[in-house]
């Protein structure tokens, strides 16, 4: 019975956050943004007509990509578009990832890498994070690799590398494709795009999920060299041509040119997170200093795991890794104000 099975590919899945399914919950585990979208995403959306939504969409989104070539200060070659970070990074182990050697990405990181890895069989290596919880530079250097890819700020400590460490990691790697994973970066860091017209081992990638309020609609992009990029589309193209939807590509444009609401909504999540870390530490937590949207934060007497099913108890949700290292740590999603008030109260009858 189930003879099949000896053909089949074994894999371990990605576990994402949980998505209740019931409201009145405060959802503080998924690093979604707490406001809408710009209004002129949603009038882009409404206008989407019945004779676009017939047709296959552009292959390349080629007006989005033109579109972010123009917010970004590249050209309209230098850019990937895909179905959310997920799809474009995916995409990027399966295209760059294949010379054997180990691929190396940090032993706490985004937990979809080893997921990939996996998945297309790639062999890898994590160096560990230091005792700060920080990417160490000396790793990724003189150390012989099929590729590397970290986010920055990493996921999920909050932490970012500091801008010469990273190019460091880059000119020391010339033969050798390094993924940067900005999925955060708008919160913080310290975006490495410009170094894409420098190193053409380069390649970034970032998301619509977090910093533009988006999450539901799965847009994602990469931008690097010309070279990479086409690499990039050639195996996209004989995987899935049609990827990123016509509704899709106008609402990301649509996004693009409200940059004064995009702005304004970045800057309410960093101070409330500024003001979270205040109220958490009164609290009897402990944290790295996190430049994303969100709090990687310890509790010195109570067990991460029995604050968390408490916190449930009392419908909000915050992401708990049941994993060595940093089981004693609940990633917390910075939300609105009122949120992160009602997060704080709830604590404080916990403790």
């Given at each position: 019975m189930y003879g099949w099975k000896k053909n089949i590919r074994q894999v371990t899945p990605y576990v994402p956050g949980e998505q209740p399914r019931e409201g009145n919950i405060i959802k503080l585990n998924t690093n979604e943004n707490p406001y809408p979208p710009s209004g002129k995403v949603l009038e882009a959306i409404?206008?989407?007509?019945?004779?676009?939504?017939?047709?296959?969409?552009?292959?390349?989104?080629?007006?989005?990509?033109?579109?972010?070539?123009?917010?970004?200060?590249?050209?309209?070659?230098?850019?990937?578009?895909?179905?959310?970070?997920?799809?474009?990074?995916?995409?990027?182990?399966?295209?760059?990832?294949?010379?054997?050697?180990?691929?190396?990405?940090?032993?706490?990181?985004?937990?979809?890498?080893?997921?990939?890895?996996?998945?297309?069989?790639?062999?890898?290596?994590?160096?560990?994070?230091?005792?700060?919880?920080?990417?160490?530079?000396?790793?990724?250097?003189?150390?012989?690799?099929?590729g590397i890819i970290f986010p920055n700020p990493n996921a999920p400590t909050g932490l970012d590398m500091d801008m010469r460490d990273m190019e460091e990691i880059i000119k020391s790697n010339p033969s050798s494709v390094v993924i940067v994973d900005e999925a955060y970066v708008d919160f913080g860091g310290v975006s490495m795009i410009p170094l894409t017209k420098k190193y053409d081992n380069l390649l970034i990638t970032r998301t619509y999920s977090k910093s533009r309020s988006m999450a539901g609609m799965r847009i994602g992009y990469a931008i690097g060299d010309k070279e990479l990029i086409d690499t990039l589309k050639a195996v996209k193209n004989s995987y899935n041509s049609y990827t990123l939807s016509s509704v899709a590509i106008k609402a990301a444009i649509a996004s693009l040119e409200d940059d004064e609401y995009f702005k304004k909504c970045v800057k309410k999540i960093t101070d409330t997170r500024e003001r979270s870390k205040t109220e958490l530490k009164k609290l009897g937590f402990s944290f790295p200093d996190s430049k994303a949207n969100f709090i990687f934060a310890k509790h010195e007497k109570?067990?991460?795991?029995?604050?968390?099913?408490?916190?449930?108890?009392?419908?909000?949700?915050?992401?708990?890794?049941?994993?060595?290292?940093?089981?004693?740590?609940?990633?917390?999603?910075?939300?609105?104000?009122?949120?992160?008030?009602?997060?704080?109260?709830?604590?404080?009858?916990?403790?």
């Amino acid at each position: 019975m189930y003879g099949w099975k000896k053909n089949i590919r074994q894999v371990t899945p990605y576990v994402p956050g949980e998505q209740p399914r019931e409201g009145n919950i405060i959802k503080l585990n998924t690093n979604e943004n707490p406001y809408p979208p710009s209004g002129k995403v949603l009038e882009a959306i409404k206008g989407v007509d019945g004779e676009q939504m017939r047709k296959y969409p552009d292959p390349d989104a080629l007006s989005l990509a033109k579109a972010l070539a123009g917010y970004h200060g590249v050209s309209s070659s230098n850019v990937f578009v895909g179905v959310g970070s997920d799809d474009v990074i995916g995409m990027s182990f399966l295209t760059f990832f294949n010379g054997g050697e180990k691929v190396l990405f940090p032993d706490i990181t985004y937990s979809f890498y080893d997921v990939w890895a996996g998945l297309f069989k790639v062999p890898y290596m994590t160096p560990e994070l230091d005792g700060d919880l920080r990417i160490c530079c000396s790793d990724y250097i003189n150390v012989k690799n099929g590729g590397i890819i970290f986010p920055n700020p990493n996921a999920p400590t909050g932490l970012d590398m500091d801008m010469r460490d990273m190019e460091e990691i880059i000119k020391s790697n010339p033969s050798s494709v390094v993924i940067v994973d900005e999925a955060y970066v708008d919160f913080g860091g310290v975006s490495m795009i410009p170094l894409t017209k420098k190193y053409d081992n380069l390649l970034i990638t970032r998301t619509y999920s977090k910093s533009r309020s988006m999450a539901g609609m799965r847009i994602g992009y990469a931008i690097g060299d010309k070279e990479l990029i086409d690499t990039l589309k050639a195996v996209k193209n004989s995987y899935n041509s049609y990827t990123l939807s016509s509704v899709a590509i106008k609402a990301a444009i649509a996004s693009l040119e409200d940059d004064e609401y995009f702005k304004k909504c970045v800057k309410k999540i960093t101070d409330t997170r500024e003001r979270s870390k205040t109220e958490l530490k009164k609290l009897g937590f402990s944290f790295p200093d996190s430049k994303a949207n969100f709090i990687f934060a310890k509790h010195e007497k109570v067990p991460a795991g029995e604050i968390f099913q408490r916190l449930k108890e009392n419908k909000i949700l915050v992401r708990y890794f049941d994993r060595e290292k940093i089981n004693g740590h609940l990633r917390i999603t910075v939300g609105t104000d009122e949120e992160m008030d009602s997060l704080f109260s709830c604590l404080g009858r916990i403790l």
